[in-house]
């Protein structure tokens, strides 16, 4: 399957992602994984965006459908991609719209995952973070607490509470998102694309997803 998924920070995308590519061998792709990806592998593209991401500036939009543009045309993308949370804004739902007509590459569906504000705070608030950027692992205090001692049950490193994961911080993360990506689910439903699934359960999403694509 070829597919975006669309949401508010905390509304699941990574999640159903993940259980996606369980499913049928579809690769999960965002933005912050294929330029970490491009930056480790020191390509021409990563160096270009590790200037900005050292500098903290945003990567532009050209450079970020550069690095997705070879990104798409990897192998692992053969079977399917589900694009996690990108396109981001209107501009680059555009510019993917036409790297796509030049891959010759359709998507199938674009889900919107429409999750209540409150469902939201509770899940990001109560999320915790493994410090070890080779490890990652997500917890959360309420449904998948760390260890007891607050360490990563996988590699022992000690488990913390993003930055960008404190409430006020989520409040602007949210209003971000309803300013500037929240117009895409109208520029899909143009394109006659968007499925919008109001469930909070990744299970029930995941099936409305296989049954809108058919399998």
Do not use: W
């Amino acid at each position: 399957m070829r597919i975006i998924l669309l949401g508010a920070p905390g509304a699941g995308k990574g999640t159903v992602a993940k259980a996606l590519t369980d499913f049928d061998g579809s690769v999960q792709i965002s933005t912050g994984d294929i330029l970490r990806g491009a930056v480790k592998a020191g390509t021409k593209l990563g160096k270009q965006a590790h200037g900005y991401m050292e500098r903290g500036d945003l990567v532009p939009d050209t450079l970020i459908m550069d690095i997705m543009e070879a990104r798409l045309q990897e192998r692992d993308c053969k079977k399917g991609f589900i694009l996690d949370g990108f396109p981001r804004t209107i501009p680059q739902a555009e510019a993917l719209k036409k790297l796509l007509q030049r891959l010759k590459l359709k998507l199938d569906l674009v889900v919107n995952l429409d999750v209540p504000r409150e469902v939201i705070l509770d899940r990001l608030t109560t999320r915790r973070t493994c410090s070890n950027p080779d490890c990652q692992e997500i917890y959360n205090i309420k449904s998948k607490p760390p260890a007891e001692d607050g360490r990563c049950t996988k590699c022992g490193s000690p488990v913390v509470q993003r930055a960008d994961e404190t409430e006020e911080a989520i409040t602007k993360r949210l209003k971000t998102y309803n300013e500037k990506t929240a117009p895409l689910v109208d520029f899909y439903r143009k394109e006659r694309l968007l499925k919008t699934i109001t469930s909070t359960s990744s299970g029930e999403i995941v099936r409305a997803i296989k049954e809108a694509v058919g399998r």
